[in-house]
């Protein structure tokens, strides 16, 4: 296993215009009209992992974008993030984009994730309501902070726990920690844990850990690290969910019996991102989808 961290370099670049150049982005995106974007002489670009033409995937099915806007910004290397919601017809999808922007304000990558749950066979996440979340816009202050590499150790951690999950913890958890997958709350979440009959999603973050629900999750692979907002407490995180489908029955760390929901070999494909304060884990969104099983990565080789 390797884990890719990201370099700090020092730049220019202010939050103020990276959100413009996001806002500029979507708003040419909104319009299906690329050349409205000041794009680098080299760009990178993916959608749903997988590198593409600027101009094709969802720049040719897009019919409007949605209110959800969660953005963030790393300073240091020029990267933008957001996460929203995006219309394909009539059909809704939850969202998310990074983009690094260059010095002098052309963008030279894109990342884009859609979670088209009509294509995804992952349904029990189908909800298409999207909400703003205070705790994930707040400016954390600065004694509360942690340092680059410790705020990427705590989301690395997180992988840690969750891949091969036996309920050893290797990351901290603040006590109010929630986490939102492709739109849908996954913890504390009573009213889906009876709806969706996912009895985990009514406990907490580590609660879920501790119990060793995940354990059908065989590795964490290709982890990446692009985007750190420090005054915010913000890490985004890349990388895939194995699962080789080989896991029956099993118990969790109390004695229940719980058989495997994955009982074929697939691969998540996440854009996960981790809310730090004072040290620990105060909130994740995430969204994911599925991809052929050990499928790899574009990014690997930037």
């Avoid at 969706?196 to 580590?206: D, K, R, V």
């Avoid at 809310?275 to 994911?288: C, V």
Wanted: hydrophobic content about 35%; some cysteine.
């Amino acid at each position: 296993m390797s884990t890719k961290l990201e370099n700090a370099a020092p730049s220019t670049h202010t939050r103020e215009a990276l959100y413009k150049s996001l806002d500029n982005y979507l708003g040419a995106l909104a319009a299906k009209d690329p050349s409205k974007v000041l794009w680098a002489d080299e760009v990178f670009n993916t959608e749903d992992n997988v590198a593409i033409e600027v101009g094709d995937g969802l720049w040719g099915t897009i019919t409007g974008l949605g209110d959800y806007d969660l953005r963030f910004a790393d300073v240091k290397t020029g990267q933008v993030g957001f996460f929203g919601a995006v219309e394909e017809t009539n059909d809704t999808s939850a969202f998310t984009v990074r983009l690094k922007v260059e010095r002098d304000g052309r963008i030279s990558e894109v990342e884009t994730l859609v979670v088209r749950i009509a294509f995804g066979g992952i349904d029990i996440f189908a909800n298409k309501n999207f909400w703003d979340k205070p705790v994930l816009n707040e400016i954390v202050p600065p004694e509360r902070r942690r340092k680059r590499e410790r705020m990427i150790t705590l989301a690395d951690g997180y992988f840690d726990t969750l891949q091969l999950n036996d309920g050893e913890i290797f990351t901290k958890f603040h006590p109010d920690c929630d986490r939102v997958e492709n739109g849908t709350q996954s913890t504390n979440n009573k009213a889906f844990a009876e709806a969706a009959n996912y009895p985990i999603a009514a406990l907490g973050c580590e609660a879920q850990f501790k119990l060793g629900q995940y354990k059908y999750d065989d590795e964490l692979r290709a982890r990446r690290f692009p985007l750190i907002d420090e005054e915010r407490g913000l890490v985004l995180a890349g990388g895939f969910i194995d699962h080789a489908g080989r896991l029956g029955d099993y118990q969790l760390t109390d004695g229940t019996p719980l058989t495997s929901p994955f009982r074929r070999p697939h691969s998540f494909y996440l854009l996960e991102l981790f809310k730090i304060d004072d040290g620990a884990i105060r909130q994740i969104e995430a969204n994911f989808i599925n991809v052929p099983y050990k499928m790899p990565s574009p990014w690997d080789q930037r």
